[in-house]
């Protein structure tokens, strides 16, 4: 494998499959732009009616090369495409960049086609098919027809970046050469028939000219082996940056249980970055910023910063985008005050306070210096934001020169806002190390992203342990939807503890068992149809015990109403009291399965205070990871002691959502919906008790 994407990477020697003597068409591109930025390899035009292209002997077919190429790029149409892949793996090439498109993308029928190209591959590895490409910018290897290679040069930096579609990896490419952003390798997987995204992340995670790994994200086909190349990248310290598109949740299903309308695909995507250490763009503008910043290298160790400016709404603009986002803007502490004002005797500029306004006083280079050099100095801070204004943009060599003197200094991070419209200015300093910002929201994204990215270097919490079905549960008794005291049952099995309650029957109850439920109860339908029992009159509390005979017909009357169901049996529980509702719940999508946890009760798609944790098949959560999930929560204070309150039985709550999670590992594909809600979280030495819950099985 790596191998392969080594040869596709830096290849020696290329063959262009159907390449065009004009190149200015998408055919005659490939071989334009490797000459164009002086690929040092063998380059084998491929076309059976001409004789030669752009100076190169042009060869007829494939058999008739003088030498197995290390890379074929093949622009043939369909059915040409699936006899060039066969020929060039019988000949031992290891890697070949399908642009053909009509494959998976066009349906049933291309799905067909490019299921045939795979298997005429054979060993030989495949980009694409329908894809643009990919670029080897550190070498100077572009292997695409984009348009975007038209550009003379581009900044060799440390950012990689991966994209499942090919137009916005031309995007990406001439926005970071017009940013200044310097850039490794580029890579478009579309289709990924064979290919795909966790594979060149892998490759990119031991790639040592790759800092920081950038990805365009449409969907993620193979889940598992993703999230174990991410994880080699946080184990590695190289940073992800993702964006996803498709945010949308008009796709989601209807549900019977909280989870499903609390959970979606989105959410789920969210929950696996989070696991992963993935830093997510929300905004397509926040792509290349938050790389800007982490390819600088430097770490950010807190939330203080300096603000030096030379125009003073900016700096405003930048200390309230700060605040915002949680940074703090303190004035100078006493001795590097003493040292600004030291700079400019008088009262010229204000420079012992957050923002540091140098406006009036001018941008004299000794000024600059000694400011930029004082504020890198101070224990007071762990980062600086120069602005770049009118003034200091008028003397882009000032600020430039400034700059590096000041940087060999210290490792702290400095970024800048670039006033005015100004992106020569802005890519100048990007190119210092300093990256540059046109928003000053940008300012706080980027600062948001380095300190997430130095909170990863901590490692990562292992997951749980394998998980069985108990011996005493025979689970294949158990299809459907289960009623309720069917759902608790099952928990119970998997350790679970729920409340006290017995089954009567409705025409005639046997009451005895009731006596000991205590002296009020919860009276509740027991219905295998209807799971949100309140909204049709089948729930009622604090009933006493006296009185169940009669509300039990009358709820039986007014379900019969609501719902047009005739109710068989009744569920009488003890009345819990005294504790936090709190759910567990699990949603299962094409990305896998996760555990949801958070505030319970009627009122739980109200607050949607939830966590989110993605689980390993067949694997559980462990203790540590359901305890950072709940103390993620708005309401964790609530379960810690908030305000003088009893703390909650935390380790009881900690052991039960383990206990799901091992239950959900345990019963794989055959449990379909399940949740408890709620599940009452009572004081610490008191336990949990399951009060209520769904499961659904096929």
């Given at each position: 494998?790596?191998?392969?994407?080594?040869?596709?990477?830096?290849?020696?020697?290329?063959?262009?499959?159907?390449?065009?003597?004009?190149?200015?068409?998408?055919?005659?591109?490939?071989?334009?732009?490797?000459?164009?930025?002086?690929?040092?390899?063998?380059?084998?035009?491929?076309?059976?009616?001409?004789?030669?292209?752009?100076?190169?002997?042009?060869?007829?077919?494939?058999?008739?090369?003088?030498?197995?190429?290390?890379?074929?790029?093949?622009?043939?149409?369909?059915?040409?495409?699936?006899?060039?892949?066969?020929?060039?793996?019988?000949?031992?090439?290891?890697?070949?960049?399908?642009?053909?498109?009509?494959?998976?993308?066009?349906?049933?029928?291309?799905?067909?086609?490019?299921?045939?190209?795979?298997?005429?591959?054979?060993?030989?590895?495949?980009?694409?098919?329908?894809?643009?490409?990919?670029?080897?910018?550190?070498?100077?290897?572009?292997?695409?027809?984009?348009?975007?290679?038209?550009?003379?040069?581009?900044?060799?930096?440390?950012?990689?970046?991966?994209?499942?579609?090919?137009?916005?990896?031309?995007?990406?490419?001439?926005?970071?050469?017009?940013?200044?952003?310097?850039?490794?390798?580029?890579?478009?997987?579309?289709?990924?028939?064979?290919?795909?995204?966790?594979?060149?992340?892998?490759?990119?995670?031991?790639?040592?000219?790759?800092?920081?790994?950038?990805?365009?994200?449409?969907?993620?086909?193979?889940?598992?082996?993703?999230?174990?190349?991410?994880?080699?990248?946080?184990?590695?310290?190289?940073?992800?940056?993702?964006?996803?598109?498709?945010?949308?949740?008009?796709?989601?299903?209807?549900?019977?249980?909280?989870?499903?309308?609390?959970?979606?695909?989105?959410?789920?995507?969210?929950?696996?970055?989070?696991?992963?250490?993935?830093?997510?763009?929300?905004?397509?503008?926040?792509?290349?910023?938050?790389?800007?910043?982490?390819?600088?290298?430097?770490?950010?160790?807190?939330?203080?910063?300096?603000?030096?400016?030379?125009?003073?709404?900016?700096?405003?603009?930048?200390?309230?985008?700060?605040?915002?986002?949680?940074?703090?803007?303190?004035?100078?502490?006493?001795?590097?005050?003493?040292?600004?004002?030291?700079?400019?005797?008088?009262?010229?500029?204000?420079?012992?306070?957050?923002?540091?306004?140098?406006?009036?006083?001018?941008?004299?280079?000794?000024?600059?210096?000694?400011?930029?050099?004082?504020?890198?100095?101070?224990?007071?801070?762990?980062?600086?934001?120069?602005?770049?204004?009118?003034?200091?943009?008028?003397?882009?060599?000032?600020?430039?020169?400034?700059?590096?003197?000041?940087?060999?200094?210290?490792?702290?991070?400095?970024?800048?806002?670039?006033?005015?419209?100004?992106?020569?200015?802005?890519?100048?300093?990007?190119?210092?190390?300093?990256?540059?910002?046109?928003?000053?929201?940008?300012?706080?994204?980027?600062?948001?992203?380095?300190?997430?990215?130095?909170?990863?270097?901590?490692?990562?919490?292992?997951?749980?342990?394998?998980?069985?079905?108990?011996?005493?549960?025979?689970?294949?008794?158990?299809?459907?939807?289960?009623?309720?005291?069917?759902?608790?049952?099952?928990?119970?099995?998997?350790?679970?503890?729920?409340?006290?309650?017995?089954?009567?029957?409705?025409?005639?109850?046997?009451?005895?068992?009731?006596?000991?439920?205590?002296?009020?109860?919860?009276?509740?339908?027991?219905?295998?149809?209807?799971?949100?029992?309140?909204?049709?009159?089948?729930?009622?509390?604090?009933?006493?015990?006296?009185?169940?005979?009669?509300?039990?017909?009358?709820?039986?009357?007014?379900?019969?109403?609501?719902?047009?169901?005739?109710?068989?049996?009744?569920?009488?529980?003890?009345?819990?009291?005294?504790?936090?509702?709190?759910?567990?719940?699990?949603?299962?999508?094409?990305?896998?399965?996760?555990?949801?946890?958070?505030?319970?009760?009627?009122?739980?798609?109200?607050?949607?205070?939830?966590?989110?944790?993605?689980?390993?098949?067949?694997?559980?959560?462990?203790?540590?990871?359901?305890?950072?999930?709940?103390?993620?929560?708005?309401?964790?204070?609530?379960?810690?002691?908030?305000?003088?309150?009893?703390?909650?039985?935390?380790?009881?709550?900690?052991?039960?959502?383990?206990?799901?999670?091992?239950?959900?590992?345990?019963?794989?594909?055959?449990?379909?919906?399940?949740?408890?809600?709620?599940i009452f979280v009572f004081p610490a030495g008191h336990g949990v008790k399951a009060a209520d819950g769904?499961?659904?099985?096929?």
């Amino acid at each position: 494998m790596s191998n392969a994407i080594q040869k596709l990477m830096e290849p020696r020697s290329i063959a262009v499959i159907g390449a065009s003597t004009d190149p200015k068409k998408t055919a005659g591109r490939p071989i334009a732009y490797l000459q164009k930025h002086h690929f040092k390899g063998k380059i084998y035009p491929v076309n059976p009616r001409v004789e030669e292209i752009a100076g190169l002997k042009c060869y007829p077919d494939i058999g008739s090369l003088p030498e197995t190429p290390d890379v074929a790029i093949i622009m043939v149409g369909t059915d040409k495409a699936l006899s060039a892949v066969q020929e060039l793996s019988q000949r031992g090439t290891p890697a070949a960049i399908v642009l053909t498109s009509g494959f998976a993308e066009h349906g049933p029928e291309g799905l067909k086609k490019q299921e045939e190209l795979i298997a005429a591959a054979g060993a030989m590895r495949i980009l694409g098919p329908n894809t643009i490409g990919m670029v080897n910018v550190t070498d100077d290897i572009p292997l695409s027809p984009s348009s975007a290679l038209e550009m003379d040069e581009f900044p060799k930096g440390g950012v990689s970046v991966i994209s499942q579609s090919g137009g916005i990896l031309g995007s990406l490419l001439s926005r970071a050469a017009a940013s200044g952003l310097g850039l490794s390798k580029l890579v478009s997987t579309s289709n990924e028939a064979d290919l795909g995204m966790a594979d060149f992340v892998n490759y990119l995670v031991d790639d040592a000219s790759t800092k920081v790994i950038v990805l365009y994200i449409e969907s993620i086909r193979h889940p598992e082996r993703f999230r174990a190349a991410a994880l080699r990248a946080r184990q590695a310290g190289k940073p992800i940056v993702v964006y996803k598109v498709g945010k949308s949740e008009a796709g989601i299903k209807a549900a019977v249980s909280h989870t499903g309308a609390l959970a979606g695909t989105d959410k789920m995507y969210d929950a696996l970055f989070k696991q992963t250490g993935i830093i997510r763009a929300n905004k397509f503008s926040d792509f290349l910023d938050i790389p800007a910043a982490l390819s600088s290298g430097r770490v950010l160790k807190g939330k203080r910063v300096a603000i030096l400016t030379s125009t003073g709404g900016a700096g405003t603009l930048v200390a309230d985008s700060l605040g915002e986002w949680g940074f703090e803007t303190p004035v100078p502490d006493e001795k590097t005050a003493a040292r600004l004002r030291a700079l400019q005797p008088g009262d010229q500029a204000v420079l012992d306070r957050n923002p540091i306004d140098v406006t009036l006083a001018g941008l004299q280079p000794d000024l600059l210096r000694g400011a930029i050099s004082a504020l890198l100095d101070s224990p007071s801070y762990d980062a600086l934001i120069l602005i770049l204004g009118s003034s200091s943009l008028s003397m882009p060599d000032l600020m430039a020169g400034a700059v590096r003197d000041c940087m060999q200094t210290s490792e702290k991070p400095v970024i800048a806002y670039v006033s005015p419209h100004a992106p020569i200015a802005g890519a100048l300093m990007t190119k210092l190390g300093v990256p540059a910002f046109s928003q000053p929201e940008s300012c706080s994204v980027a600062l948001s992203s380095m300190l997430h990215a130095s909170s990863l270097r901590g490692g990562i919490t292992a997951t749980g342990s394998q998980s069985t079905i108990p011996k005493a549960l025979d689970a294949s008794l158990l299809h459907g939807s289960l009623n309720e005291h069917q759902a608790r049952n099952l928990f119970a099995a998997f350790g679970i503890p729920g409340v006290r309650e017995t089954v009567v029957n409705a025409q005639q109850p046997n009451l005895d068992a009731v006596n000991d439920l205590g002296e009020k109860c919860v009276l509740k339908i027991l219905s295998n149809e209807i799971t949100h029992k309140t909204e049709v009159g089948g729930v009622a509390l604090n009933i006493p015990i006296a009185e169940i005979a009669e509300k039990l017909h009358a709820m039986a009357a007014e379900v019969k109403i609501k719902s047009g169901a005739d109710i068989e049996q009744f569920l009488v529980q003890e009345m819990a009291s005294g504790g936090m509702e709190f759910m567990v719940g699990m949603h299962r999508d094409p990305l896998g399965t996760a555990i949801l946890v958070g505030m319970g009760g009627v009122t739980a798609e109200l607050f949607k205070d939830t966590n989110m944790r993605l689980i390993s098949p067949g694997k559980a959560l462990s203790s540590a990871e359901v305890l950072e999930m709940l103390q993620e929560l708005k309401t964790w204070p609530l379960l810690d002691g908030y305000r003088g309150r009893p703390r909650c039985d935390v380790d009881a709550l900690v052991n039960a959502i383990v206990q799901f999670s091992t239950m959900v590992a345990a019963m794989g594909d055959r449990l379909i919906e399940c949740e408890i809600n709620p599940i009452f979280v009572f004081p610490a030495g008191h336990g949990v008790k399951a009060a209520d819950g769904i499961a659904v099985l096929n």
